[in-house]
C-alpha cells in the first residue's frame, strides 16, 4: 500500500525537541558489537526499516540480539571469527549502508554469502566496494550491471592494501576498515577529503587499532574488539529538517536535544550558516565514542551562496533539505563538485531539480549540481522517486508554500526516521498522513 503526505502552510515551527537515533552508528553498533567478544548493550539505537535490516542480518549469522521493554538491545558478541554461514539470502531492504558495509566484513569470512536489496538498492552502483575488495583478495561477484546482488565466496587471505580513495564516501571507507580487520597486515586508506569517520571511532572504542594522521586511516591488525555498551545519539541527518523548517518559518524557536555533532557530519549546518541562519550549539559533551549537544535554531532571512567545496562529503546526507532552504533564501545557491547525489536511493540533484521546478522554484540542473533561484514556493504534487529524503524535504518545503503540497510514495520515510510526520505536527508543521 502506498502512501502520502498532505501539507498545508505553517507559520511556526516552535518547541523542544529530540530526534531518532543516528542511522549511521546505530548500523555500525549492531556490525561491531556483533563481532566483539562479550556483552553489550545499545542504547537509542534507530529502529528505522534500514537498521532493522543489518539487526536481522546478524540474527541470520547466528548473534543473539535481544530488546527489553525500555528498548534497550543486548549483543551477545560472536567474536571476529564466530559468525555462522547460513543458506538463506541476506536482504538488506533499501539499505545501501547495510549492503556495502556488510560486503566488507562477509569477504573476511570462511562461510558464502549472498546479499540482496529491493528494487531501488538494487539500481545502486556497488563497483566502487567490489574494486579496492577484490585488490584485498576477496572474491566478490556482482551483477552484470556492478550492482546487487551480490556473492561472496570464501577466500585463505584478505591482504592489507593501500588505497586511494577515488569517492569520499564513509560507505566505501567503511567496507574496506571491515575487511581489513580479518587481514594480518596492515591497510591505508587515503581520503582527499575527510568523510565521517564513525567506524574509525567505535572500533578503536571497542578495543581497535586505528591510527588517523591528517587524511591517512591505518587500520593495524587486531585480535580483537572487546564489546561494550553505546549510547547513540540523535541522527543529525534527521534533525536537518527541523532545522530548515524553523529556519523558514516566522517568529519561530526550537531546541533539538542531544544531537551527535561528530565535526564530520555538521557540514550541513557550516552551510546554513553561511546563507545566515541563526543557529547556535550548547551542551556539548563527550557521549561514548561521539560528540553531542543541543541544537537552538531561530527564524532567520537566508542568503544564496556558493556552496563550498569542502562542506560537500559533510553534508552529502543533508542536500536536498538544504536545497529547500536554498528556494526559500534571496539570491541564487550554486553548488558544484557533487556528482555523488546522482547515486542516492534517487538521482537527488534531479529528483530535487524536479520537484522544485513544481513549486515554481527556478533552478539549473548541472552534470555535478544543480543552480537554485531563491523564491516563493508554491503548491504541488511531488514525487518522492521512493526516497526518503526527498519525501521529508518535500514536506518541510510545505511550511514557507503558498498553497498545498502533496507528496506521493512516502512509506520510504521509514527507512531512516520513524514518526516523522507525528513529530512534525507536535513541532507545527500542517501534515497529514494517509494511505491510497
Do not use: W
Amino acid at each position: 500500500m502506498s502512501e502520502k503526505y498532505t501539507v498545508n502552510p505553517s507559520t511556526n515551527i516552535s518547541g523542544i525537541t529530540s530526534v531518532p537515533g543516528d542511522k549511521s552508528i546505530s548500523h555500525r553498533s549492531l556490525i561491531l558489537l556483533s563481532i566483539s567478544d562479550g556483552i553489550g548493550k545499545i542504547t537509542g539505537l534507530l529502529e528505522s526499516d534500514d537498521c532493522l535490516a543489518t539487526l536481522n542480518i546478524f540474527r541470520m549469522l547466528g548473534v543473539e540480539i535481544t530488546k527489553n521493554d525500555e528498548n534497550i538491545y543486548t549483543i551477545i558478541g560472536k567474536g571476529i571469527h564466530g559468525l555462522e554461514g547460513t543458506n538463506h539470502s541476506l536482504d538488506c531492504g533499501n539499505s545501501g549502508t547495510s549492503m556495502r558495509l556488510l560486503s566488507g566484513l562477509l569477504c573476511g569470512q570462511k562461510f558464502p554469502s549472498y546479499l540482496i536489496g529491493d528494487s531501488s538498492l538494487s539500481k545502486r552502483p556497488m563497483e566502487r566496494i567490489s574494486s579496492p575488495l577484490r585488490m584485498m583478495g576477496a572474491n566478490i561477484n556482482l551483477s552484470k550491471n556492478n550492482t546487487a546482488p551480490i556473492s561472496i565466496s570464501p577466500v585463505t587471505k584478505i591482504s592489507g592494501i593501500e588505497y586511494k580513495m577515488p569517492i569520499d564516501s564513509a560507505q566505501i571507507k567503511s567496507s574496506i576498515i571491515l575487511a581489513s580487520l580479518y587481514s594480518s597486515e596492515k591497510t591505508n586508506i587515503i581520503e582527499n577529503i575527510k568523510s565521517r569517520d564513525h567506524t574509525e571511532n567505535m572500533i578503536n572504542y571497542l578495543g581497535g587499532s586505528i591510527t588517523i594522521i591528517n587524511n591517512k586511516i591505518t587500520v593495524n591488525p587486531e585480535k580483537k574488539l572487546v564489546s561494550n555498551d553505546i549510547d547513540i545519539p540523535g541522527d543529525i541527518s534527521s534533525a536537518m529538517f527541523i532545522i530548515v523548517g524553523c529556519l523558514i518559518s516566522r517568529k519561530s524557536k526550537v531546541t533539538i536535544k542531544n544531537v551527535g555533532l561528530n565535526e564530520l557530519r555538521t557540514g550541513g549546518i557550516e552551510i546554513l550558516k553561511l546563507m545566515g541562519a541563526n543557529i547556535q550549539i550548547d551542551n556539548i559533551k563527550k557521549y561514548g565514542p561521539e560528540k553531542i549537544g543541543d541544537i537552538i535554531i531561530y527564524s532567520s532571512e537566508l542568503k544564496g551562496i556558493n556552496i563550498p567545496e569542502k562542506y560537500i562529503a559533510n553534508a552529502i546526507d543533508e542536500f536536498p533539505i538544504l536545497f529547500i532552504a536554498a528556494a526559500n533564501a534571496s539570491g541564487k545557491t550554486i553548488l558544484k563538485n557533487a556528482m555523488e547525489l546522482r547515486f542516492k536511493e534517487s538521482d537527488r540533484l534531479a529528483s530535487m531539480s524536479k520537484g522544485l521546478l513544481k513549486c515554481n522554484i527556478n533552478n539549473t540542473l548541472l552534470d555535478d549540481g544543480i543552480e537554485i533561484e531563491g523564491g516563493k514556493i508554491s503548491g504541488a504534487t511531488i514525487d518522492s522517486y521512493d526516497d526518503h529524503r526527498i519525501a521529508m524535504s518535500f514536506a518541510i518545503a510545505g511550511i514557507a508554500s503558498s498553497s498545498t503540497i502533496t507528496i506521493l510514495n512516502t512509506e520510504n520515510v521509514s527507512t531512516s526516521f520513524p514518526g516523522f510526520d507525528n513529530l512534525m505536527r507536535k513541532m507545527g508543521l500542517k501534515i497529514k498522513r494517509e494511505n491510497i
